[in-house]
């Protein structure tokens, strides 16, 4: 009697033990050989597709839960191929990390991913990350690219390809649920083709890989070389070319082109950079192959930026820029800077200069003398009317700066330790972002009406990321639209700005305090605190 008692009493634990556990995630569906053809509806665990298998995802909208945070809902690997038809939409639960689907290929062969096509009815619609690595290949035609709602700066892209290729056809981008615009494209030893795709919202980030743009296609926010890329970009519009220049000497770069009135841009009949003599041109045949070429043949290029990367005074960037010229905000730089100044050093750039300028040298103009005293950037401008500054600093940098009220402070991060204080100056960004654990102060500056988000983003485990706001005034498009600060593992402190901004939101374990700032809406979890003039607010 005992021993069953005893035995009744250990299963009872067993039980309520097994209860308190995690419950396994359901399998995935697995198909390794064959042809299948799915149909729409909700898939738990996910799908493999591997070995030699065909499968077709027929119209309709696909959902999927109980993936394992991380890991991809929909996963390729082998020789596989998956097609998605037109009309098929792929959908992602909200408990999931974003990645849609990963594809994982070899150094010489790889899964096959087609979606969409020529047939008539609705586009696919993909909502979420796509992963891409190794020799796989990717076409997409007749597709819409729907921000992804999980999508954070440190995403990476909305679709990440390592090698491969990418063919892409009839491609238009559209606003995510949560209203956000926007499909990043980051590709690293990848050949990217595009044709009559309207891009209007999107970037693509070149390193290491190529672009042949063409047929009336459109990028409408960035078009990034970096490394060894090239782009020919032919019959085709670019709102931003963004070349990358690290250490070296890069001699002069010239606008080139005419600038169009009507269509508000420069027109480029034909024009390169790092071109062989080739006929005709063409960037993939770069006169230095380890460095970008673009070349432009009946092209619309609205505005240039260049990238002027900073880590070691001893490795030196030398470049000049001459002539450009155009719109207003038609020309801006940003400054990469990596470990510049020191824990004790903070290096103070003084004012920048902007607005229309003649020449600007480190032989005439204080900022350009310590950029180059301090990073090692030798930068020259003549000619030209430079709308502004884009700052980003990173490692253990510390810099103080502020730019001619005639310019701007656009988009601005800090990451890793970087301290950063920046005054008297107009911002005018999309976003200001403080991730990691840096920190930086915006004193006596304007916000214009067009930055979207003030940013505090922080890592679980390691000290928290600050943004401090004195003195400075929120411009808002209207009375009911305003900015919106958004913390996470951050603090925020924001004294005598004023109107100040619309909303808070603030989440695992921010705190945000406004003094004499206005009166925001609050949107903050049990573990964040908001006080505004002293008072604790609760969350609506």
């Known amino acids: ?238 709102s931003v070319m963004v070349p990358n220049l690290p250490a070296g000497d890069w001699g002069r770069f010239e606008r080139g082109g005419e600038f169009d009135e009507a269509e508000n841009a420069i027109r480029y009949d034909s024009h390169g950079y790092n071109l062989a003599p080739s006929v005709p041109p063409t960037a993939r045949d770069r006169m230095d192959p380890d460095r970008f070429g673009y070349y432009l043949r009946n092209a619309l290029v609205e505005a240039w930026v260049f990238r002027l990367n900073a880590t070691d005074p001893a490795r030196r960037l030398t470049v000049r820029l001459s002539g450009f010229r155009g719109r207003s905000d038609g020309f801006a730089l940003d400054l990469m800077l990596r470990d510049v100044g020191g824990p004790d050093d903070m290096v103070d750039l003084g004012t920048l200069a902007a607005g229309d300028i003649v020449r600007i040298s480190p032989e005439n103009d204080y900022s350009l003398a310590m950029l180059g005293d301090r990073a090692g950037i030798d930068l020259t401008v003549e000619d030209s009317y430079l709308f502004g500054w884009n700052l980003y600093l990173s490692g253990a940098s510390r810099v103080r700066a502020a730019c001619d009220r005639s310019g701007m402070f656009g988009e601005t991060e800090a990451f890793d330790e970087s301290r950063l204080i920046m005054h008297h100056s107009n911002i005018d960004a999309a976003y200001l972002s403080v991730e990691n654990s840096a920190a930086v102060t915006v004193e006596d500056c304007t916000l214009s009406d ?6 505090c983003i922080g890592d679980e485990g390691k000290a928290p990321p600050s943004l401090e706001m004195v003195r400075t005034e929120f411009r808002r498009p209207s009375p009911d639209v305003g900015r919106t600060v958004v913390a996470s593992r951050g603090v925020v402190t924001i004294e005598d700005c004023r109107p100040g901004p619309a909303v808070v939101r603030a989440r695992n374990g921010s705190r945000v305090e406004l003094r004499r700032s206005g009166s925001p809406e609050v949107d903050a979890d049990e573990s964040s605190t908001v006080i505004v003039d002293g008072v604790v607010r609760i969350p609506r």
Not at 450 to 455: V, W
Request: glycine share 14%.
């Open 1 to 238: 009697m005992a021993r069953c008692l005893a035995a009744a009493i250990a299963a009872l634990g067993a039980l309520i033990q097994g209860s308190c556990l995690p419950a396994d995630p359901p399998p995935r569906r697995v198909f390794e050989e064959g042809e299948h053809r799915l149909d729409p509806g909700e898939y738990p665990g996910g799908i493999l597709v591997t070995g030699s298998a065909r499968v077709t995802f027929a119209a309709g909208n696909y959902t999927f839960s109980g993936v394992p945070d991380g890991d991809a809902d929909i996963v390729v690997e082998g020789r596989a191929e998956v097609r998605f038809e037109t009309g098929a939409s792929i959908l992602l639960d909200d408990s999931t990390s974003g990645l849609c689907l990963e594809a994982r290929g070899g150094e010489v062969e790889g899964p096959t991913i087609l979606v969409g096509g020529a047939q008539e009815g609705p586009a696919v619609e993909v909502q979420g990350k796509i992963r891409l690595v190794g020799a796989c290949r990717l076409s997409v035609e007749n597709v819409t690219w729907v921000r992804s709602p999980h999508r954070t700066a440190a995403s990476g892209g909305d679709t990440v390809l390592e090698g491969g290729t990418l063919t892409m056809t009839d491609c238009v981008v559209t606003p995510g649920r949560d209203g956000r615009v926007g499909h990043d494209i980051t590709a690293t030893g990848t050949e990217v083709s595009m044709a009559r795709c309207r891009y209007e919202q999107g970037s693509i980030f070149l390193n290491d890989s190529g672009l042949v743009m063409e047929a009336d296609s459109h990028i409408g926010i960035g078009l990034y070389l970096k490394g060894r890329a090239w782009a020919d970009v032919i019959d085709s519009r670019v």
């Open 450 to 455: 067009e930055i979207l988000d003030l940013r």
